[in-house]
């Protein structure tokens, strides 16, 4: 057994979270070693090079707010590899009456899109003067659909939940996802008029959305070779109580140490947990993770008539199209597509479409390009189509998660040294999860 009581941390899971742990860790010098069970890192951060073009399997842009992507890259020395989307590219469209509807990021957009019904428009503005009182949790789409109303909600709100959450917002807990927005009911009587307030307020620095020229994987390629003699790619299999610290069984060998912190999936963890902690171990478990099928399709760049400027589309369910979303990848990033293709990721599956896990992927995959040909006009067949099913892609933060997060600092402060993180625990996005990993490491920093 492998005694680390001295000083070194153990992190379990080589994604973004644990890989960003380590490389906080490492900056301010103190030793831990980082436990992966596949033969590379990156977790869910999965970018390949095929066909001339990179394609993101798993996340495709990164929305840096506060600035931590750009000074992480620096850092890492591979800020000359950002690339970042133009602000024309950030116009969406939003799928009604089976066509794409533009809607740009601006109040003047809403007021002209043809997204919504003049009567919908006239509900959405009006949301100041909606007196709603609010019960402290509840789902989003009940809070937004009493502010906003209904169809609001299905065609601006839903399709971005459900796109890019993969969500069902009748599910997902405000106070978990929105909980600004909550806020601003609270503390101004709108969430319209909270928004403009707390905007004019903010923005030190201005968001951007990046990737870099190799992808997504860059930046976890660049943290990994950054600590690669930390990392030991061994599965964990059990995690118990030591006198003092944590035993930590791997498939091959056994430590112990006084600091843990966990960056695998809740119901990894659940399971090295089962002997040690039954009751968060069967909590951890039931966090329902809703799967993704990420598909790369490319087309002659002719072939896509007229073009169109913009992010992609986003599929209201209400529409009964299965298709979540496409993003225009080739749009957004001109870098990372092969000359001459127009390159999308298209998205199905999420919390509403179980099916993608008992179906074949070539099915799905057949009836989904069908979909994205009719919507933008596409007669041809793609010359190229790869997916990936992601089983448990997306913690779902449905209402109640609050109470559940709270059963997460008991048992760390039951189990002092013993650290639950990740997307679960820190938000989804990439970004959550760095910035999750920087607090947590400059919090513990002080007991070393
Ligand atoms: C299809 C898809 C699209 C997405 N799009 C975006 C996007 O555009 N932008 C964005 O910001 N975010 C996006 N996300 C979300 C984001 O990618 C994830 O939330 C984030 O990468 C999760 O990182 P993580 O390190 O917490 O977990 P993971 O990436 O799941 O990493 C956990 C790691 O732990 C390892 N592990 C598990 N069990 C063990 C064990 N017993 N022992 C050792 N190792 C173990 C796993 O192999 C894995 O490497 C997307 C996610 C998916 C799936």
Redesign the pocket.
């Known amino acids: 057994m492998s005694d680390l009581t001295s000083k070194e941390v153990i992190i379990?899971?080589?994604?973004?979270?644990?890989?960003?742990v380590g490389w906080f860790l490492h900056q301010k010098g103190i030793p831990f070693k980082l436990?992966?069970?596949?033969d590379?890192?990156?977790?869910?951060?999965t970018s390949k090079r095929v066909h001339g073009s990179v394609m993101?399997?798993?996340?495709?842009?990164?929305?840096d707010r506060s600035g931590k992507i750009r000074e992480l890259a620096d850092d890492l020395g591979i800020s000359q590899d950002l690339i970042q989307i133009s602000e024309a590219l950030k116009t969406r469209y939003i799928v009604r009456d089976r066509s794409l509807k533009e809607l740009k990021p601006s109040l003047f957009s809403l007021i002209s899109t043809k997204v919504l019904s003049p009567k919908a428009k006239l509900r959405l503005l009006g949301e100041p003067l909606a007196q709603t009182k609010s019960p402290s949790d509840e789902s989003i789409g009940d809070f937004l659909e009493r502010r906003i109303g209904k169809e609001a909600v299905d065609y601006l709100v839903d399709p971005v939940f459900s796109g890019?959450y993969?969500g069902n917002i009748y599910r997902i807990s405000k106070k978990s996802v929105l909980p600004k927005l909550a806020e601003y009911e609270q503390n101004f009587g709108s969430v319209l008029w909270g928004a403009i307030r707390s905007k004019k307020e903010k923005e030190k620095v201005k968001p951007m959305v990046l990737s870099f020229k190799k992808g997504?994987q860059q930046l976890t390629d660049a943290i990994s070779q950054k600590i690669s003699d930390h990392i030991i790619y061994?599965?964990?299999?059990i995690v118990e109580k030591a006198e003092p610290g944590y035993r930590v069984q791997?498939e091959n060998e056994e430590f112990t140490s006084k600091n843990v912190i966990s960056?695998?999936?809740a119901y990894?963890?659940g399971?090295?947990l089962r002997g040690f902690e039954p009751e968060l171990s069967s909590e951890l478990i039931n966090i329902d993770y809703a799967p993704?099928?990420?598909t790369q399709v490319l087309f002659k760049a002719s072939d896509i008539n007229p073009k169109r400027e913009g992010f992609g589309f986003l599929v209201p369910r209400k529409e009964r199209i299965r298709l979540l979303g496409a993003?225009w990848k080739s749009n957004i990033f001109p870098e990372l597509t092969a000359d001459d293709y127009f390159h999308a990721n298209l998205?199905t599956g999420g919390a509403h479409d179980r099916g993608i896990l008992i179906e074949s992927v070539e099915d799905v995959e057949k009836e989904i390009l069908n979909e994205f040909r009719e919507l933008m006009g596409i007669d041809v067949q793609p010359a190229f189509v790869k997916s990936?099913l992601?089983k448990?892609?997306?913690?779902q933060f449905d209402v109640g998660y609050e109470q559940t997060k709270q059963r997460f600092k008991q048992f760390e402060s039951e189990n002092p040294g013993l650290y639950l993180?990740?997307?679960?625990?820190?938000?989804?996005?990439?970004?959550?999860?760095i910035q999750g990993a920087e607090e947590l490491v400059r919090e513990m920093a002080d007991h070393l």
């Open positions: 379990l899971g080589g994604g973004i979270s644990g890989l960003a436990f992966e069970k596949q590379e890192t990156g977790g869910a951060v993101d399997f798993g996340p495709n842009s990164l929305r890019i993969a997504i061994d599965e964990v299999k791997t960056c695998i999936p990894s963890l399971h090295l993704m099928l990420s993003i998205m990936h992601w448990k892609a997306i913690p993180g990740g997307n679960y625990r820190w938000g989804v996005s990439v970004p959550d999860c």
